[in-house]
Every structure is written in C-alpha cells, then in structure tokens.
C-alpha cells in the first residue's frame, strides 16, 4: 500500500522498494533450493552409513551447517531487530562500567558478522549507553512477524550468536548470560542452549576443512575428515592443507578454522575480525582441570585437587557412550566444592552433587581431606548428642525465635563446644585459603576460556565467597565466572562485600540460607562476625537484579541437612537435576513461600 | 543558567517522523553533516546522531532519533517517542498523500509522547521540485491548527534546514517546563525499569 501511495511523486524510491521486494522473493526461492539440496545430500550420507563410523555426527553437523548458512538469508529488518534486542539486554544485564567495554565490542562483533550498514552503530551505541532503558517488546515483536523468524526460528540465531561468542577462542561468561537471557526472553528452554552448544562442538569437531557442498558429499572427503579426525585425536598439530590451529593438547579436541568458516559461511566475520581460532576454549594443555597442579601455592594448602564428577547413571552421559571422549567437552564448566566429609572415600565429596545435571563437564574439588574429616567426625559427635529429631527441631525453632544474643543454648551442647570449635575455626581458615588458590586457578583459565558455574554447600561455599573476594581484587577478572550458589555459607551477609562480585560474576550469584541453622548458629555464637549477618542464615541486604536470595528453612532443619537434600535444594532453586521427583517435595518448585510454610504449621 | 554557559545546559531529545521517502535522513544528514546524498537509501529501523548548538550562548545537545517511516517498522516508533521534548514531522510537498498521512503521525505522537506540551515542528520538504501537490498555505492553515511550528525545507538545495532545527530547539529552551526536570524524570524512570527488569530476568 504504502508503496503504491508514494509512487506517483517519488518514483526513485518506489523502483528501490520493489526491488529489495524482488530480492526477497529471490532469497526466499534461493533459500529453497539450497535447502533441497541439503536435504539431497543427507539422503545420500544416510545411504552410506556403513562405510563411516562418524557418520551420525556429520548428519548433525549437516543440519548444523543448514542452519547457520541460512542466516545469510536474513532481511536487514531481521537483522536491525536482533541486533536491537542484543544492545537492549547487554544494557539490561551488564549496565555497569567495567562491562562497557565488553557491551560495545560484543555489539561490534554482532554488527559485523550481520553485516549492517555502518550507519546502524550509534543507534545500537545508545541503546547500550543511554541511560534509560528501552523496551524490548517491540523488537521481538518486529522479528517475530518477520518470515525469517516464522521460518527459521531461534535457532539459528542462538547458534549463531554462540559462534559468534566463541569466535575468537575465548566464550566469554557474559556472552553466554546474555545468549541465555536472550533465550528466555523468546520462552526458549535454558537446555536448548546446552544442546545447541553441544552440536557446535560436533560440527567443529567434524570440520576440518573448508569445503563447498558438493565436496562434502564425496566419499572421498568423508574419509578425509575421519583421517583428520584421528589426526586430531592424537594431538597432531597440522593436518594437510587444513590448517589445525589450536590443539587443547593431550585428549581435549582441537577447533578448526576450517570448520567455522564453512558454519559462518558468507558472513564476513572472520575475514573482518581475524581469524584466530579456539586454542584454549577447553583448558591448558594436559588434561584440563583435572591435570591441574599447584604451581604457585597460596598458603600452606595441602590438598587441592579436581576430580570429574560424573554421575553414571544420568541418562546424559550413558547416551553418548561409545561416541568419543571428545563430545564429552562442554563449551561451560561446572565445578562443585562439598562442605565436610564423613570418611576419606570420594563418595563424600560426590554424593551429595550426583543429581546434579548442570553440563557434562562438571568438577568436584577435592582439598584439605583431613581436616574436613575431623570436623565431620566433631558434627557426628554433637549430632549424637541432640540425635533425636526433636532435639533437633527444637533448636531450630530456638534459634528462628531468639533474638541473636538472647538465644539460651542447652548447657551440654556448650559443653561440647570445644570438640568442634577448634576443627571449624581450623576449617574456616583453610577454606578461604582454597578459595584464593581457585581464583588462581580460575584467573589464568586453566579451566579453558570458557565459563564456568561454582555450586558449594557449608564450607565449600566459603570457598566460593572467598575465590570471588580474591577475584574481584584482580584485573581481568570479568567474564569468566558464570553463576554461582552458595549454600549455608560460612561468611559475611554484608551487602557491601557482596556488591563487590557483580563485576565477577556474569549471571546469578544465588545466597541459599536456612534462617533456623542452629549448627551455623551455634558456632558462630561467640564470633564477632555475627553481628553483620552470617550469610548461610539470612538474606544478603542488596537490590540486584544478580543477587538472588533464596529461604531454605523450610527445607531443611539445619545444616547436616544439606548433603542428604542437595537434590531438592538445586531443584528449588531452578539448577536442572535428575528429576526422581522426591516425595517430600510435593509443591512445584518455585512455589511460594506461604504455601510451603502453611504445610509446616 | 549563565554559570552553564560553557558546559552543556541539557540533552533535548528530538524525533524526526513522517512517512517513508519524504527525506527525513535527507534532513538530518543537511543538518549535522551539511550533505546531500541523491540516494541515502532507506533508513533501518531508527537513525541516531548527535549535535551540539549553541542557542542564546547556551550549549544544548541534541539527540536526534531519526525513524524509518516504512510500514514494517511502525512497531517499533512508538518506544522512541517516550521522553522526547521535540518532534520534527516532515512531509513532502510534491506528495499530497504523505501531507494526508501527516495527521496519523500527530495522533500518534499525541497518543505515545509522555510529555506535555512537546514542542512541534512540521516540515514540508522537496520544495525544489518542480511540482508541487500542497501548497504552502495549507501546511500553514494545518499547523496553525494543531498548533505547531511551519517551515518549508529542501535538503537539497539547504533551505530552511538550519532554521527548522533552531527554531524548535529555541521553542523548547523557551519552555523549561519541558526540559528543566529531566534528570528527575529520567532517575525516576530507571527505577522502574529496574523493578520490571528484576521480574523478566529471573531465570529460575
């Protein structure tokens, strides 16, 4: 209509429009040849399953490829609005200083790789900078009337941007907190990302050289890419004319620029920003973390290691059985720190995580075994004096009623005092020095420049608290820590301490706390600390869209509670796990706390 | 006021709208770059420049949100509205249906702009062409009606361009009451943005 209108006067302009119209339809006919013959070439690779054991692989990889390609295709409407509710969250999520530099060139690189005009950059600049917040309805709005969207989906534009985030070799935490936030904003499930970046590690895994679509369905390719493949495998640096550019060393798999330029395709994004490819996306040479070893000390730690955490029976990882070691590689990590152990069997330091489903890649740490075994043996003697539940209940509701100086703790309880005082003031100590040596860790990426989640419960928390302290003092220290969740941590609940991990942490910083932890309590009974607030007992005081406080008591009665009910905890706080739906969890999850409260009373 | 003369007094926001092709970007690229292009090619989405001028020896910055005016884009013109103290509407005099369209504009700026008594300017461009649909003394009789500034402009050829930008931006100074609480306004405003935001974004 508008076209018609304008016409008559302005024939200059109408002439333009109806060719970006005809241009369109050419797009969309082009686009369905192209995926004709996609679907042509897939046959074909079905025929052959036999004669390739990566075959399945390059199927994915294909559709992959299918996907991203198509992005191409895209109206510069398609593109605008993208890019608008990219700049739109990066002002949402990462509005602070330090983050500006990361928001302008992540909008640089997005403006780039969708090669819009120039002229489109100080509108995205403001929408970054300015000071008010623009609505970001009307952009998804416009890309989801857009053909693009209704025929392409999210998909490709998720994949996309991970490539994109992942481009330079480095998968920066913000990056990926943005891509998610994204996600959620189109009702896409937080996994599909998982998903999305597992088939990008397939695809890049599989590409090893640049080749058009006729080569890739030749035979002889095929047994080229095996060929590579197991090149690859063993860590060989140069594989004929494709170029290998980072090897991750030992087991870890090498990306291949090869491979990102055929997914990109026409994009000019790695002409443009260089083409320096994925080195050490999975962690220093060797075996990645759990080849990590204490060069540089920080204080007199005596153990510190990292173990994989995989829970044998998670349908995940029995799926991928027989694939090899390397789609076990995630592009995010997860590391997991327990608080106190019964006896020196691992199954102390895993138990409590085993559910847990966060990623493939997930860590446990493993450190200082022997005083955390005395101090589990001195909570195993207090446990046997108020070994009734009832006891145990009542201190709870002692501690939930009583002001903090007024609570009366049962005489023999203070009795006991000295069995577990030492060992915890032993263990608070050494755990904040395990928390600055994983800053080290964390800080030279020797978990691979990707980013990675910390969970922690009691002592393993403090860990945590104590590792963010100990980052936030660094340089560079933004961008590599996703979320973390602590739980009945033994540390300050002041605000100002806490405000400082904003600018280390991308996503959630979650402060599980259980208001009636009598343990917590009673140990902290005569430190000074308490005064400001223990943070495995209360809310951290601060407004933050980052900081998410979540009430536990209801869950548990104190803190021995929290390895048996790891599960539900996770659970309650939106951390996917193995769903064996417990029984004693009958509300859905993030049900309100009045509810759960009324079940109590 | 004279303390600021040096520093910049405020940030006015300032929209430019009107139909698609009546040289809205023409205007502007006249404006900050003092350029013509035959061809500028459609605008995405939103154009955003920014100019400083000094208006009664006070500098004044100017944000310009220049919008497409394409049909597709119309969802999202009314987001750019909110917190504007101007509005440039611009149509075309050797088009009478972007001069009739002129009136959607205004009810939408009237029914999107959260600010009272917005300060309006319309514009007729393209006076250097030949022909000719609406006459000058209808853009007037039409402004007058909505009490609204009136100028005649050509991009091409400057006329008027210089005077249409300064005389809103001197209407607006002239009415403080349009930009003096600005940063109130605006710290009110992230606030909100920041309680809706904490709703959005929670991922559990």
Known sequence: ?601 | MSNFSNDVLTTLKILIIGESSVGKSSLLMRFIHDRFEDDLGLTIGVDFKTKTVVIDGNSVKLAIWDTAGQERFRTLTPSYYRDAQGAILVYDVSSRVSFVKLELWLNELEMYSNRKGIIMMIVGNKIDKDKREVSREEGIQFAKKYKSLFIETSAKTKDGVEYAFDELVQKIIETPALWENTRYRQTQQLTDDNITDNQSSCLC
């Open chain 1, 1 to 601: 209509m508008e076209n018609l209108n304008i016409s008559g006067t302005t024939s200059n302009s109408h002439i333009l429009q109806e060719n970006t119209c005809q241009k369109h339809k050419d797009d969309n006919s082009e686009f369905n040849d192209k995926d004709l013959r996609l679907n042509s070439g897939k046959n074909e690779t079905d025929e052959n399953v036999s004669t390739s054991e990566i075959n399945t692989q390059n199927l994915t990889s294909n559709d992959l490829n299918m996907e991203v390609e198509s992005i191409s295709n895209i109206s510069e409407t398609d593109k605008f609005a993208i890019t608008a509710i990219c700049a739109v969250s990066l002002h949402n999520l990462f509005g602070n200083k330090w983050d500006e530099e990361f928001c302008l060139r992540t909008i640089k690189c997005i403006l780039i790789n969708l090669q819009l005009p120039q002229k489109v950059e100080p509108i995205m600049f403001e929408l970054i900078k300015g000071d008010d917040s623009h609505p970001i309805d009307p952009y998804i709005k416009l890309l989801k009337s857009q053909p693009f969207f209704k025929r392409e989906g999210l998909q490709s534009i998720i994949c996309n941007l991970i490539l994109l985030a992942i481009h330079d070799g480095k998968y920066d935490a913000r990056w990926r907190v943005l891509i998610q936030h994204i996600a959620v904003l189109f009702n896409l499930e937080l996994k599909k990302i998982d998903e999305y970046e597992r088939k990008l590690i397939n695809c890049l895994l599989q590409k090893t050289t640049e080749l058009s679509l006729e080569e890739k369905k030749t035979a002889a390719s095929r047994k080229l890419m095996a060929k590579t493949k197991r090149y690859a495998l063993i860590g060989l640096a140069t594989v004929g004319g494709g170029a290998l550019i980072g090897v991750t060393g030992g087991l870890a798999a090498p990306l291949i620029i090869g491979g990102l330029t055929s997914i990109i395709g026409s994009t000019a994004l790695l002409t443009t920003l260089g083409s320096v490819v994925v080195g050490s996306l999975f962690g220093v040479a060797g075996g990645g973390l759990t080849g990590y070893k204490m060069h540089k000390r920080v204080g007199d730690i005596e153990e510190f290691e990292f173990h994989e955490l995989r829970s044998l029976n998670s349908p995940e990882v029995s799926d991928i059985k027989g694939v090899s070691i390397n789609t076990l590689k995630e592009l995010h990590v997860t590391i997991v720190i327990s608080g106190w152990i019964k006896s020196t069997s691992e199954e102390n330091y895993t138990k409590p995580w085993l559910n847990l489903i966060n990623g493939r890649e997930q860590y446990y740490l493993k450190y200082e075994s022997s005083y955390l075994l005395e101090l589990g043996k001195a909570m195993e003697y207090i446990f046997s004096f108020v070994a009734s539940v009832a006891t145990q209940e009542v201190l709870k509701f002692t501690v939930l009623s009583g002001l903090v100086s007024a609570i009366a703790w049962p005489a023999g309880l203070l009795g006991l005092a000295s069995v577990i005082d030492n060992p915890w003031g032993v263990c608070l100590r050494r755990s904040a020095q395990v928390g600055k040596q994983l800053a080290e860790v964390l800080l030279t990426r020797s978990h691979g420049n990707r980013p990675v989640t910390l969970f922690g419960y009691s002592l393993g928390a403090r860990v945590i608290y104590y590792c963010l302290r100990e980052m936030s003092e660094r340089k560079n220290c933004e961008g590599i820590v996703q979320d973390v969740i602590l739980i009945g941590a033994p540390c300050t609940a002041q605000a100002n301490e806490w405000n400082k991990f904003k600018k280390v942490v991308a996503g959630r910083i979650v402060n599980g706390y259980c208001r009636g932890d009598w343990l917590l309590r009673f140990l902290y009974r005569t430190l000074s600390i308490a005064v400001d607030g223990v943070a495995g007992l209360q809310e951290i005081e601060l407004q933050d869209s980052k900081i998410y406080n979540v009430d536990l008591t209801d869950m548990v009665t104190g803190h021995s509670d929290y390895p048996e009910r790891m599960t539900d905890i996770l659970a309650h706080i939106g951390i996917p796990v193995l769903q064996e739906v417990p029984l004693s969890l009958e509300a859905p999850l993030l049900d309100d706390i009045s509810s759960s409260e009324e079940n109590i009373s």
